[in-house]
Structure formats: C-alpha cells, structure tokens
C-alpha cells in the first residue's frame, strides 16, 4: 500500500512549501555517505521491545529498506507482531529525523520492495530547524530509565510539547490523571502476575535478559533498575529469572505519571505509525529532560489489553510510559551497523 508522504515530524505545515522551492536545486544530489551512515547508525538507536533490535537495513543508493527480522520476534508477549512493528516504526521515526537534521525530506512507502516493511527514500531538501535538529541530537542520548522519579510534577507545556509530537494522522497521547492512572498500574499488575505465572513468558525473557557483557541486544543487568520497595509500580522484572544479577531495591515515585499513544485503528500499517509516533514522544520528552519508560504488560495480556481500549472501539492503546525527572542511565548495547545491514544477496 502506498501512502502519502508525511513530514518526519508529522506537525511542521511548512514542509510541503519548503520541499518545493528546494527540489529543483537538490533533485540530482545524492545522500552522501556521511548522512546515509548517520541515517543507518540513528535506526538502530532505536528503542526496541526487550532490546530485540528486530529489523535488519538495506541501503541501495536510493534508499533504505526496513524488513523486519522474524528470527527476532517475541512469540510469547507480541504472537501479532505489534509490538515488533511498533519497534520497527521507532527506527524508521529515527532514520527519518536524522536526514531532515542533514537537510533531506523523505518519502515513506509502504510495504517497501521484496517484502520490506517499510522503504525510505530522501527526497528534496529544506533547510532543518533548530527543533530538529534538537530531535536528532536527542537520538543518541535517549535511553529507557528504569530508576525512581523524582516527585517534581511535569510543566504543563512540556506534556502539551508531547502531545503534538504524538499527535499524526489518527494518532494521539492522553495524559493520565491520578485516577486513571491507578486504574492503568491495577491492569498493569494483574497483567504482570499473568505474566510471571506463565513458565513460557520467563523462558522468552531469560533469552533475551543478560548478565554477559559481551551481549549486543536483550537487557543487561545494568539496565534492570532496582527493584521497588513497594507493589505499587509493578515495573517489568528483567530479573525474574537472573536471581543471581544483585539488585537494590528502591523507593519509587509515590505518584507515577503515565500516558498512553493510542491510534484509531489497529494492525500492522497503524502499528509502525505508532512506533513512529512513539519515538517523536521520547525524544522530545528527552529534548526537554525527561526520562521516561515504557510499561507494557498490559498490551500483552489481550483480554486487559481490550480494558484499556476507550468506547467506541476507534481507539486502541499501543504504549504506556512512565514519565518523569530522574538521573542519567547508561546506554544499551546495540547491535553494530554490519549484523544489521542486509545484503541483496541475503534479501528473501
Ligand atoms: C514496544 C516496546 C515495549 C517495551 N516495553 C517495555 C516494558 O514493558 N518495560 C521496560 O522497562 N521497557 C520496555 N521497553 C523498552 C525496551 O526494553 C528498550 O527500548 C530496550 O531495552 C533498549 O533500551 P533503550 O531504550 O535504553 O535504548 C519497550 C520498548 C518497546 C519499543
């Protein structure tokens, strides 16, 4: 199916105007090595459930090709595959920024060729503005933080800064207030003990959680966080099955703050725009200094997940967050750029 381009950022009007007066003067370039290798190096940075980094690149010159990496799949928590698309969409969000940073447009098509999920092809250039600019540079420091928020109450302008950047053809963020926020971390619960139970749910993630250093992908221990003190953020316990990994435990924020990325509409196209919205959130939340986490166990538990869908049946819940102001976090690891690539020879 193809669709219309979108802006990488999917808010700034201007675009269109500005690719037009442009195009004639870079219609013959071609990317340069330097930005197509700092497009691939941003699709990778991206998040990625259980770090499965689930997608493998192809760059020919013209273009780059996102398929996505079946051997990567979580058959357990994601048997759809949403949360994988979902993953996919961060790292096409990712590439996409990175060019406009360059100065290059770009075009989405979808499916992209021999079975790609997605193919981005640069396009006609404008000069980048400063916000984005402050997105791209935002690619390589954000991380997922595990650790206690602070009690410091999130301005109202920076969760309306979120919203817009959410906000797409059919995309939205709702912000949760104390109440629903509640009733948000209850489901979560019940869908973590659902989890925890399910002898299946701890071998998948015992695969792809790892206190071996040398590990590319999965959740090293470092990234696990402390434990919490209390059963009222039930945070997902990359440690179930490394009891041996030492763990602290810790007082986490009395009040977390959640939203949650909803799209009208539900299945594998949605699920990449998701993802793509997904992204513009979290580097704007980290352009404006705040950590955030994803909490999804509630998603993966298809009847809690349906408790989560707004009435009307238009609306379908595809990310939680946890947001808020807390201390720096080391990276996890990524795969290098040569695991990644995928060869024309190697296309299925
Ligand atoms: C669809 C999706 C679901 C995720 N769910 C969770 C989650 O429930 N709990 C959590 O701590 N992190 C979650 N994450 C974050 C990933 O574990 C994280 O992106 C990955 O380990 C790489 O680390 P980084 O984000 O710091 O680069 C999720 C990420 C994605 C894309």
Not at 233 to 242: A, K, S, T, Y
């Amino acid at each position: 199916m193809r669709r219309r381009p979108s802006p990488p950022d999917g808010g700034e009007r201007p675009y269109r105007a500005a690719a037009a007066r442009t195009r004639l003067g870079r219609m013959n370039e071609r990317l340069s090595d330097r930005a197509a290798a700092g497009a691939l190096r941003a699709a990778v940075a991206a998040p990625s459930i259980h770090n499965t980094q689930p997608w493998r690149l192809r760059f020919d010159g013209a273009g780059f090709d996102v398929h996505a990496d079946a051997r990567r799949a979580l058959d357990v928590i994601d048997p759809d595959g949403r949360a994988l698309h979902i993953s996919i969409g961060a790292a096409v969000c990712n590439m996409r920024v990175a060019l406009a940073a360059e100065g290059w447009g770009s075009r989405l098509e979808r499916p992209g060729p021999s079975g790609a999920e997605a193919r981005i092809v640069p396009t006609a250039c404008r000069e980048p503005s400063p916000s984005m600019r402050a997105l791209a540079g935002a690619i390589a420091h954000r991380r997922t933080n595990r650790q206690p928020f602070d009690d410091t109450a999130v301005p109202a302008v920076v969760l309306d800064a979120l919203c817009r950047a959410a906000a797409g053809d059919g995309l939205r963020l709702v912000i949760l207030d104390p109440v629903r926020g509640g009733a948000v971390l209850a489901l979560t619960q019940a869908a973590d003990a659902v989890q925890r139970a399910d002898p299946r749910y701890r071998r998948e993630l015992a695969a792809w959680t790892t206190d071996r250093g040398e590990r590319r992908d999965g959740v090293p221990v470092a990234a696990f966080g402390p434990r919490p003190t209390t059963a009222a953020l039930p945070v997902r316990d990359f440690g179930l099955e490394l009891q041996r990994a030492e763990r602290d435990a810790a007082r986490f924020e009395a009040h977390p703050r959640l939203v949650v990325l909803h799209s009208r509409g539900d299945g594998p196209d949605r699920w990449l725009d998701a993802g793509q919205a997904l992204e513009r959130v979290l580097l704007t939340a980290s352009v404006h200094g705040l950590a955030t986490q994803p909490m999804t166990q509630a998603l993966e538990v298809p009847h809690l997940r349906r408790l989560l869908s707004p009435p009307g049946g238009h609306w379908h819940p595809q990310m939680i967050l946890r947001i808020g102001y807390g201390h720096p976090v080391a990276a996890s690891p990524r795969r290098p750029l040569r695991d990644v690539m995928r060869s024309t020879a190697c296309a299925r």
